[in-house]
């Protein structure tokens, strides 16, 4: 996906989703994607950081796996620690999209 097939300017932040207690309210979550894909968005942004790392596995349960084959516009955020170095920033990136359940990450 290049920057042009990016629809609409704004991005669904991930950084503070609902929540049931310590756990995202999936069912939710999953109506908030619903709507926002509807209204012709595709674009997310993330990091592994963010709600100690339960906003990637709510985006596995909510959009990888709900709309498989579908191809989104995302944003990850990585820590400064992370790109200090060149073997760091793979490791980052790889477990950042396996915990967001991506089966194909193409940088652009």
């Known amino acids: 996906m290049s920057f042009a097939e990016v629809k609409k300017n704004f991005g669904f932040g991930c950084m503070r989703l609902p929540m049931q207690g310590e756990e995202v309210d999936l069912a939710q979550f999953s109506q908030m994607v619903d709507e926002y894909l509807a209204a012709g968005f595709n674009c997310f942004d993330t990091a592994r950081v963010y709600l100690g790392g339960k906003s990637e596995t709510a985006i596995r349960e909510c959009i990888a ?44």
């Open 65 to 108: 796996k709900r709309y498989r084959g579908r191809a989104f516009c995302w944003r990850i955020s990585f820590p400064t620690r992370c790109l200090r170095r060149r073997k760091r920033c793979g490791r980052c990136s790889k477990s950042s999209w396996k915990a967001a359940g991506w089966s194909t990450l193409i940088f652009t």
